[in-house]
């Protein structure tokens, strides 16, 4: 299973191009398409971000739901329909499209946030921002977290 892992602040040239982290590329090397797929995340100011194969899970895990209901409909639009293949280039850069940077409110630099199987891109101040929100509430619930057993069983 690919694991992204840590944060990562690249800088975005006039052209929208960033290096995506060489730990993220090689944990993406082996699939069907040399590349990552993006879409605007309807949770945070931010894109969320993946490997095909994971983007070919999620769109499997959307049969669970009847096909024509709202839910299904709405889950497709905000994910598969909003989803774009962004190949690597060269150099491991990928090209931002204006409409998903603008959203992430990305400029001049991005981070690349790993979040286990999948990431997210962030303009990096309102990033840090989240972050620093995420550890208040965490430290306030007092939160954990039952680690599984090996081999992923529950």
């Known amino acids: 299973?690919?694991?992204?892992?840590?944060?990562?602040?690249?800088?975005?040239?006039?052209?929208?191009?960033?290096s995506v982290p060489a730990s993220f590329r090689a944990t993406?090397?082996?699939?069907?398409?040399?590349?990552?797929v993006a879409f605007r995340s309807f949770k945070s100011p931010a894109l969320d971000a993946c490997g095909i194969d994971w983007m070919e899970r999620l769109a499997q895990s959307l049969d669970n739901l009847a096909l024509f209901s709202t839910e299904h409909d709405d889950l497709a639009a905000s994910t598969l329909a909003d989803s774009r293949q962004l190949p690597f280039d060269g150099d491991g850069r990928i090209v931002l499209p204006?409409?998903?940077a603008?959203?992430?409110?990305?400029?001049?630099?991005?981070?690349?946030?790993g979040r286990g199987p999948m990431f997210q891109i962030w303009?990096?101040?309102?990033?840090?921002?989240?972050?620093?929100?995420?550890?208040?509430?965490?430290?306030?619930?007092?939160?954990?977290?039952?680690?599984?057993?090996?081999?992923?069983?529950?």
């Open 1 to 18: 299973m690919a694991l992204f892992l840590s944060t990562f602040v690249n800088k975005v040239d006039k052209k929208g191009r960033v």
């Open 28 to 36: 993406l090397a082996g699939q069907s398409f040399a590349g990552i």
């Open 98 to 100: 204006a409409d998903l």
């Open 102 to 113: 603008g959203h992430a409110k990305i400029t001049d630099r991005a981070a690349f946030v």
């Open 123 to 154: 303009n990096p101040e309102a990033f840090e921002r989240f972050q620093n929100e995420a550890r208040a509430r965490v430290q306030e619930a007092g939160a954990t977290l039952r680690l599984n057993p090996p081999g992923g069983a529950s």
